[in-house]
């Protein structure tokens, strides 16, 4: 039983599914791009590098390439930070709200197209069990030695 769940994960990084959503931007540009979408009011001064970091249990080096890769497209600027000049804070453009926007659509009708394929009871069964696999994963991560993602998805 336990190879055959290996093999199904593994099946599931192979058909790279969280990586067809839009083309010229990697996994982790989309992510941080929802992170800030979520996270940063339009009218707000923005969201500190560490603030992202910590929320997307990367290291601040890591958020700070894919702030560089999404600077220069032009999906979200720095700002310096009215109350401590030595810190930056980050936040959408309007091209970057624009392409949060169309993300969100892309996976909404990938996700669309595989309650079309389960139906919906096995989509609730899949959800359900998702939810309890990371709650394991999530529970069990200090014991399986694993620290942040390194993002080295790029």
């Known amino acids: 039983m336990t190879k055959n769940l290996i093999k199904a994960f593994m099946r599931f990084n192979k058909a ?13 540009e989309i992510r941080l791009i ?8 339009p009218d707000s001064p923005g969201i500190k590098v560490s603030e992202i970091s910590n929320t997307l249990r990367v290291t601040s080096p890591t958020v700070t390439q894919w702030i560089n890769g999404l600077e220069a497209k032009g999906m979200v600027e720095r ?8 810190a930056v804070r980050v936040k959408l453009t309007e091209a970057g709200t624009k392409l949060a926007t169309e993300a969100q659509a892309a996976m909404f009708r990938r996700f669309q197209g595989l309650v079309n394929y ?5 989509s609730v069964k899949l959800a359900e069990l998702l939810t309890k696999v990371f709650t394991y994963l999530n529970e069990n991560e200090v014991s399986m030695n694993h620290g ?7």
């Open 148 to 154: 942040p993602e390194s993002g080295d998805d790029q």
């Open 16 to 28: 790279d599914f969280h990586q067809r959503t839009l083309p010229g931007y990697t996994p982790s």
């Open 79 to 86: 700002i310096i930070d009215e109350q401590d000049r030595r």
């Open 118 to 122: 389960l139906g919906d009871e096995d």
């Open 34 to 41: 929802f992170r800030l979408k979520h996270m940063v009011n």
